[in-house]
């Protein structure tokens, strides 16, 4: 990790002291073969145009060669690299019957090859490859290096091509944005949580629409602000994407090498120089007027990719700008928001990659934001910084001002300004609940009050989420969610890049890691799949069923899992399952996985254990017969909810009582006594139900011991249960199932709970 991470911080210095964007790939090659150990590293790049490959950048072989020497998708060993999207690593490449010998470019007397596929954005856009003389294979540490370098070349390639492509492209079309203002502040919890604080309006990301027809008189002048203003930018975006590469692996942290290649653009910087020269536009209004029509340029070309750089462009252009602001005015400190003694929240409109990597995060207790969504990197960041962020909310800044009160609850997705009394004490109640549990984290196992050991497992999506099992004291990873590394990206994660990421999560792991694979479809799209519109996705073509009709992607995804199995012990497990057959096809798949990997001689995790999700009544209904398949099952509350009672799962105020409810009460009952009767074959619940306090010791009431939930309400859940013997579950498991309504069961445990002093759950819904 530490050499690649120099590796990386090199390339980003080329980037930000290279002129022409053309040389960068030049000194990046000379870069690896310097920090790799090889004889030659090139970069072919794929012209579309041509159907070619084509040498763009070697260091080691011919420079002549640079441009002339070519192959189609498919020929020569780069060509089926590129093609079957793989990485090829052997010996004595002249021997493979697939090697296409180019005179003239030094090529003879290499002994070793490796062909990197280069891919990011949904397409593999070159391929890099490195030789040597020695006579074996490259070894697993160079070539886990070159895979890992992989997204962050390809985006620079793709990056040079987009503006490539702009400088060509043609004039304008004018286009609409359509965003409604509404009185009701719903959004997108990306965490869970719930905060309270002062409003600070995030506003200072306006200044691009804001700039001000301005003049000067001295070019000379402008010009010169203008290199400082630009060396003090790539300054500050080498800082940051060291910063994100650390937090996020999942991500591509990459994308702050885009901001330096809009940075060092020729076109971008020309223009910018022209108004300041020919038109004496300040430096200020020059950058703001060329933002705009690239920004226009941007959405008028067709790929989505391209048109999804925009915000990358526009957080470089803003901290640019910043960087004028900062150095015209003589101002040292590039922190727009002063650290803040009180806890506070912040509102904005749209949040920037680089906002929240820069931002005085002490006493930042919550976000607010009118854009983004769950997958955005705002959300990615929050999730990594802990804190409660809901997204989506459209109109809360023209309802907000600054210093006004907000309460933020994840839990319900609401945010409330300056809340009437009422519903402050109850939000009181529920703050200081939730930080006390936090804040007294509890050593050792959960254990009811009369000694039963009860396991408390984490739900995660990311990498940096694994440093919260200890901290919470969670037992492992009881549902580790695996499609937020696919629904972050635009391209299909390839088995390496997967490999990577699931190893990682498998051994900073604490205990077993439940992995469950992908679940996409139905309300988690994937933007590479073009999965057809369907009038009702709940019931349409998601988890395992998405998977059967994908059948590669899921043997590739179970290639990384089980190779990363390796280093931990893991539990597979599979969503969506409603008939007996997906479970035999998944048995044959894992199967023929299996042999595979033992004929490529792969490492690989040989004692997993297989599970299914209850989340499809049709699995409830004939539970005992899909034991006899399996060797665990996680009920998945959410889903099962949302199936039994014909209850859209977004609308959760109504499933937490749903939970609650005698009738579904009733299923966990009869689960938990098809276990009872199985002990070797294992069940927990991972959905929010197993996080809701109220719920918990009726399920402990129905035989269940194993419960996921979010990290951070581990500790909450830990003190509850330490308060109820497993007896007294039992009979409050009896009486609830002799009630009437989901209401009559949450008074008859809100009354238990005051009774025992423990918190007053007042709408206690912990999210995900
Ligand atoms: C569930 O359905 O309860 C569950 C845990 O899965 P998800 O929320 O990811 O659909
Ligand atoms: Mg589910």
């Not at 579309?48 to 072989?61: F, R, V, Y």
């Not at 983004?372 to 459209?394: M, N």
């Not at 011991?705 to 951070?712: E, G």
Request: hydrophobic share 45%.
């Amino acid at each position: 990790m530490g050499k690649l991470l120099t590796v990386l911080r090199n390339i980003s210095e080329v980037i930000a002291k290279v002129e022409d964007s053309g040389e960068v790939l030049t000194k990046i090659v000379k870069i690896l073969a310097r920090n790799l150990d090889v004889d030659v590293c090139s970069v072919y790049e794929y012209d579309k145009d041509s159907n070619q490959l084509i040498l763009t950048a070697t260091c080691g072989l011919n420079p002549d060669a640079v441009g002339r020497v070519m192959m189609p998708p498919g020929k020569g060993l780069t060509g089926i690299c590129f093609k079957n999207k793989e990485i090829i690593n052997i010996e004595n490449p002249s021997k493979h019957p697939d090697y296409i010998f180019f005179g003239n470019t030094g090529e003879e007397k290499l002994n070793s090859y490796m062909g990197v596929p280069l891919a990011t954005g949904g397409r593999v856009v070159g391929v890099l490859t490195l030789q040597r003389q020695k006579q074996e294979p490259f070894s697993p540490s160079i070539v886990d290096m070159a895979r890992s370098l992989s997204p962050q070349m390809a985006n620079l390639m793709l990056n040079a091509g987009m503006l490539r492509s702009l400088a060509s492209s043609a004039e304008p079309k004018n286009l609409e944005s359509s965003s409604k203002s509404s009185s009701i502040f719903k959004g997108v919890a990306v965490n869970p949580g719930v905060a309270r604080g002062e409003v600070f309006k995030f506003k200072m990301r306006d200044w691009l629409n804001e700039a001000e027809h301005e003049t000067h008189n001295d070019v000379k002048k402008e010009l010169e602000l203008f290199e400082k203003a630009l060396a003090r930018t790539r300054e500050n975006t080498i800082k940051m994407e060291t910063r994100a590469l650390a937090m996020i692996s999942e991500a591509d942290a990459s994308i702050f090498n885009a901001h330096l290649l809009f940075l060092e653009d020729k076109t971008i910087l020309d223009e910018i120089k022209r108004e300041i020269s020919v038109e004496s536009h300040s430096l200020e209004f020059s950058i703001a007027l060329v933002f705009k029509r690239f920004e226009k340029k941007f959405l008028q070309l067709g790929d989505n990719t391209f048109r999804e750089r925009l915000i990358d462009f526009k957080d470089v252009m803003l901290r640019l700008l910043e960087s004028v602001k900062m150095l015209r005015n003589q101002l040292e400190d590039s922190s727009v928001i002063e650290t803040k003694s009180k806890e506070w929240i912040l509102a904005a409109h749209e949040l920037m990659p680089s906002d929240l990597l820069r931002l005085p995060i002490d006493n930042l207790a919550g976000i607010v934001c009118e854009k983004g969504g769950v997958t955005s990197h705002v959300a990615i960041l929050a999730k990594a910084f802990e804190i409660p962020a809901l997204l989506g909310v459209t109109g809360i800044m023209n309802k907000v001002n600054n210093y006004d009160e907000i309460i933020l609850d994840c839990h319900a997705e609401k945010v409330y300004i300056n809340p009437p009394e009422n519903i402050k004490a109850q939000f009181d109640d529920l703050l200081k609940a939730s930080e006390a549990a936090e804040t007294k984290i509890v050593e050792g196992p959960a254990m009811t009050a009369d000694g039963i050991g009860i396991a408390l497992r984490a739900n995660i999506s990311l990498i940096c989420e694994t440093s919260l099992l200890k901290k919470y004291g969670a037992e492992g990873i009881g549902l580790y969610r695996t499609e937020f590394l696919f629904m972050i990206r635009d391209y299909l994660p390839g088995e390496d890049i997967q490999y990577d990421v699931f190893s990682k999560v498998v051994s900073e792991s604490n205990g077993d890691v439940t992995l469950r694979v992908l679940d996409v479809g139905g309300d988690k799209p994937l933007n590479f799949l073009n999965i057809p519109h369907e009038e009702n996705p709940a019931l349409g073509t998601r988890g395992i069923r998405l998977l059967m009709a994908y059948p590669d992607l899921l043997r590739t995804h179970l290639r990384a899992v089980l190779r990363a199995g390796r280093l931990g012990r893991i539990k597979i497990l599979f969503p969506m399952i409603s008939k007996l057959e997906e479970v035999y096809f998944v048995r044959a798949m894992l199967k023929e996985v299996e042999e595979s990997l033992k004929r490529e001689q792969i490492e690989y995790a040989a004692d997993y254990r297989v599970g299914i999700m209850v989340e499809v009544p049709s699995v409830f209904i004939g539970l005992n017969k899909f034991i006899e398949h399996v060797d665990f099952v996680s009920v998945g509350t959410n889903d099962l909810l949302q199936y039994i009672f014909a209850l859209e799962r977004g609308n959760s105020a109504e499933s937490v009582f749903a939970c609650l409810s005698p009738v579904f009460l009733q299923i966990m009952a009869d689960i938990g006594a098809i276990f009872r009767s199985r002990p070797e074959k294992g069940v927990s619940v991972c959905g929010e139900m197993a996080g809701n306090p109220l719920a918990v010791p009726l399920l402990i009431g129905a035989g269940i011991k194993d419960f996921s939930m979010p990290a951070k309400v581990i500790p909450l859940i830990k003190k509850t249960i330490s308060a109820f013997s497993e007896k007294e579950c039992r009979d409050l498991l009896q009486n609830a199932l002799r009630m009437d309504s989901s209401d009559e069961v949450a008074a008859m445990q809100k009354n238990i709970f005051t009774a025992k002093g423990l918190i007053k759950p007042v709408e206690i819904i912990p999210g995900k």
